[in-house]
């Protein structure tokens, strides 16, 4: 049985704060379950990607 992990995320995220993190978990072999506050399970959240050049 993996461990269990609780990821909470908020409606707007920095892409890669949000799905490295997410995915490095998972491949550890954790469960990782991400929430969002007033959001219901298979909603979506906006992300986005900063480029600083």
Do not use: R, W
């Amino acid at each position: 049985m993996s461990k269990k992990i609780l990821m909470l995320v908020g409606d707007y995220a920095e892409d890669y704060e949000t799905m490295v993190p997410f995915q490095f978990l998972t491949g550890l072999g954790y469960s990782v379950h991400a929430v969002c506050p007033n959001k219901k399970n298979g909603d979506h959240i906006a992300t986005a990607i900063h480029d600083f050049e």
